[in-house]
């Protein structure tokens, strides 16, 4: 992440999502924390989260590979849509994970080079780049 800027690097790290739980279900996470087996809500739901994922991890990597997903972070800059651009070509970027495209990505380039984005995850752009791939994110 260190070619990053700052604010991205920040925002880089985590999404924050909301689920609604039943009030049994948040008693038996608020008694096991209390018991000591985890530190909080958070830690908990986050260690059932990556349970789930190991239990699942041989058939997402078979559709990782299927789907060509760049897993991960997949930073998009500048240069490299000016070097489709100059190429003549567009691009179909997949990631599972978190799409970043540079602060100084314009809506037009973004538009003329990119003719889908696939992302499962998180995608950080400018608000005038997703206006402009609204009708090409996936």
Do not use: C
Not at 70 to 98: C, F, K, M, P
């Amino acid at each position: 992440m260190a070619g990053l800027p700052t604010e991205l690097r920040a925002k880089a790290d985590s999404e924050k999502i909301t689920i609604n739980l039943g009030y049994v279900d948040l008693g038996h996470i608020d008694l096991l924390v209390r018991e000591g087996f985890y530190g909080n809500r958070t830690d908990f739901i986050r260690t059932a989260i990556r349970n789930q994922l190991d239990r699942h991890a041989e058939a997402a990597t078979k559709s990782i590979r299927r789907l060509q997903l760049d897993l991960g972070l997949r930073h998009i800059t500048r240069s490299e849509l000016e070097t489709a651009q100059n190429q003549g070509e567009q691009l179909d970027i997949r990631v599972l994970g978190l799409a970043t495209i540079a602060h100084d990505v314009s809506a037009d380039l973004a538009a003329e080079t990119i003719a889908s984005l696939t992302i499962l995850g998180a995608l950080q752009a400018s608000a005038a780049v997703k206006a402009a791939l609204a009708d090409r994110i996936h």
